[in-house]
């Protein structure tokens, strides 16, 4: 263990105002704030230092689908000013060095204790409190708790027959070796083409001898057109920050797009084609800002559909491969849409090779490779892109208990029940970073994650202002809440798909469309209503709330 590990992990206070679980971007910031309500708080985290999702993401081309400028934080002027990115998207090398350097900035890691896992949590009715324990015989007593375990952090890891026979070496793209791999020679085979499939490929295909990708269904993935910063276009952001910065936090997904205000499908054909294609060189997610109903109207999604079809088309020299590539399973954008470096171009590299297994699934691994439909492939290692138990797997899988003795994952069996998707009916006084039922995977993480961080600073502050020491949805906040996210929802074209927002990337997992798709600005001038009522919604309870109640 390192002498810093050894620092981090003196002593733990048994007592504690908040114990925070997760040391990424909402862990890091959640403590910032809470000092400075001079409340006291821990963070416990699983990992050997901060950065949480861009900890464990270290798979090769690993990178942000955001542009640096406006995933980063905005609560500190002067941090904005001094930190210089190198890429318009940065890579993770460079966003956890951004990380490290916040926590370095605002002394964070005095308070963070890392290779600690919550083993379990539980509410004591009788105290008002959580008693947290963890695998390192920690246990401790806090007045609040505050999940900030991130929405992608739960890896999924496939269940194949012979899964241990395989004789290579396995990796899972979302628990990638911090030393790296060389696969230089070997032959290898990638299972999976979500976005950490489509973003490593093209750099492990650079290095292998062979690379045999096993595809069950296509995503559509728009060009990066990644470049080196400008110097120039980093201060035309850092002239203006606080007014772009206040723009984002209402834009529907937390991004300045600059979305088009017309209709795909009323649009002439020609001028259709123009403002795709502009969209197209530009590069990035805000391909899908190009007209206003590509999420809400068939239609109009299918010209855009088409356009990226045709341009799949055009990348892959092979017919055959290019079919298999341009999908067809789902409205583009209905699952995360994807953005690369070359992905289409190198399946015209000689060694990679696509196998379509959405028809003839992979039967199992073998001590040699695995097979598929009774055919044998060799390799030397393995890669899983096989994605992550999203937005509810970390949570479930913790040991967390409310009130009753009902644990979290009995309460989330039929799927996520939230309100604002910050809390849970029957578990007082524990929150949720951008939990299911807020737009969370659906906008820029960095927004999102800073105004329910906010939210939650200001609550607390709320409750001690009026010395409550409970706070609680009620359930009929919480249906109401969990039934609008579900109308909202199927007014678009989203639950058409079987993406993992919908959870169908896990074997029995719920079929409920767990973000918030009403918008970040929507969203968050709904929390801001709610905070402004006294917490509509929401129980309150302590001396002052009693002494009214009795009234």
């Known amino acids: 263990m390192s002498q810093a590990t050894e620092t981090q992990r003196a002593a733990v206070p048994k007592q504690i105002d908040v114990v925070i679980v997760g040391a990424g971007f909402g862990g890091m910031y959640m403590l910032h704030r809470l000092r400075g ?84 949590a539980v509410f004591d009715e009788a105290a008002r409190r959580w008693t947290v324990e963890t695998d390192r015989g920690d246990e401790v007593s806090a007045r609040y708790c505050v999940m900030a375990t991130g929405c992608l952090s739960a890896a999924r890891r496939p269940d194949f027959p012979g899964l241990d026979s395989f004789k290579g070496k396995t990796y899972h793209t979302g628990h990638w070796p911090h030393e790296g791999v060389d696969f230089t020679g070997l032959r290898v085979g990638v299972i999976g083409t979500g976005s950490s499939a489509i973003q490593s490929i093209p750099v492990i295909a650079e290095q292998a ?10 995503n559509f993935s728009i060009p990066s057109r990644n470049r080196p910063m400008p110097v120039e276009y980093a201060q035309s952001w850092k002239d203006v920050y606080p007014t772009r910065r206040a723009e984002a936090r209402l834009a529907r997904t937390g991004v300045l797009a600059y979305p088009n205000d017309q209709s795909a499908i009323e649009t002439p054909d020609a001028e259709r084609q123009a403002i795709y294609e502009k969209r197209w060189e530009s590069g990035g997610t805000t391909f899908m800002a190009s007209f206003n109903d590509l999420i809400f109207n068939k239609a109009s999604n299918d010209t855009a559909a ?73 390799f030397d290692a393995i890669v899983f892109a096989t994605g992550f138990d999203a937005m509810t797997g970390a949570l479930t899988r913790m040991g967390i208990v409310g009130r009753g003795g009902e644990t979290l994952a009995d309460k ?120 402004a009522n006294g917490y509509e919604g929401f129980q309150l309870a302590g001396p002052a709330a009693i002494a009214e109640a009795a009234e």
Not at 209 to 218: I, L, Y
């Open 37 to 120: 309500l001079g409340l006291s708080a821990i963070v416990f985290d699983i990992a050997t230092g901060v950065g949480g999702t861009w900890y464990w993401n270290r798979y090769p081309g690993a990178r942000c689908d955001v542009e640096s400028m406006q995933y980063s934080y905005s609560f500190s002027e002067a941090l904005q000013q001094e930190w210089q990115w190198s890429e318009v998207f940065a890579g993770q090398p460079e966003i956890l060095r951004y990380a490290n350097h916040v926590a370095d900035r605002f002394d964070l890691r005095r308070d963070m204790r890392f290779e600690t896992r919550v083993t379990s």
């Open 306 to 378: 088409d356009f990226v079809r045709d341009k799949i088309r055009a990348m892959v020299n092979d017919p055959a491969k290019a079919e298999l590539l341009a999908p067809t399973s789902h409205p583009i954008g209905t699952k995360r849409i994807c953005v690369d470096t070359n992905y289409y171009l190198a399946y015209n590299r000689p060694n990679v090779d696509l196998v379509d297994v959405r028809n003839t699934p992979i039967e199992a691994l073998t001590p040699d490779g695995l097979t598929v439909d009774g055919k044998e492939y060799a």
């Open 412 to 531: 989330w069996e039929a799927g996520p029940r939230t309100y604002l998707g910050l809390m849970t009916a029957g578990f007082p006084n524990l929150f949720m970073i951008t939990g299911p039922g807020s737009p969370s995977v659906l906008s820029n993480m960095m927004v999102s994650i800073e105004q329910h961080v906010d939210w939650i600073a200001d609550c607390l502050e709320h409750l001690t202002q009026h010395q409550s020491d409970v706070i609680e949805p009620t359930l009929q906040a919480e249906d109401a809440w969990v039934q609008h996210v579900n109308d909202v929802a199927y007014t678009t074209l989203y639950p058409s798909a079987a993406s993992w927002y919908m959870g169908a990337n896990i074997p029995g997992k719920p079929r409920v469309f767990m973000p918030y798709i009403g918008g970040v600005g929507t969203y968050r001038v709904k929390c801001d209503e709610i905070a």
């Open 209 to 218: 001898a062979h690379v045999t990708v096993f595809q069950r269904t296509p």
